[in-house]
């Protein structure tokens, strides 16, 4: 593999060009952490206003009209709406799984599919999350299932 760094000239954008004859696995997963790299959420809790990587939230969850981003431990306030984060978030590896729920698909353990076309997604950390059946081709579709 060849890797080539050019600066770019005076007003133009950066850019990264990826020449690949398949796009396998390994390079998903290079694609997926450059995009997920820089990724960073205003959030707040009782210590105040923290940056946080968007690599460590597990999900978002919408709860009386507020929304929490839950990471291994910790759980945050989020001044935005789920539509919006949704939006922002939509070229990382986040999906809409029912009306109150974002999941990061690269926290889950393992998929467990239930009655009534629903699936149960158990997280790295060990909590368990379901999928509504109207998000399930959406989560198939992203994960190539």
């Given amino acids: 593999m060849k890797i080539t760094i050019e600066t770019p000239q005076q007003g133009e954008e950066e850019e990264i060009i990826i020449r690949c004859r398949t796009l396998d696995e390994e390079l998903l997963e290079l694609i997926y952490a450059i995009k997920a790299g820089k990724g960073t959420l205003t959030v707040y809790s009782g210590q105040g206003i923290l940056i946080l990587p968007v690599k460590d939230i ?3 969850e919408s709860v009386d009209n507020r929304v929490f981003a839950y990471c291994a431990k910790e759980v945050y306030e989020v001044r935005k709406k789920l539509y919006e984060l949704e939006e922002e978030l939509v070229s990382q590896d986040f999906l809409r799984i029912s009306k109150s729920s ?3 698909l ?4 393992y998929l467990r599919p239930l009655f009534n076309g629903r699936f149960e997604a158990v997280l790295k950390n060990g909590e368990k ?8 081709a959406e989560m198939k579709k992203k994960l190539g299932i």
């Fill in 58 to 60: 597990y999900y978002f």
């Fill in 129 to 136: 999350m379901l999928i509504s059946r109207r998000y399930v």
């Fill in 106 to 109: 690269s926290k889950i353990s």
């Fill in 102 to 104: 974002i999941i990061h």
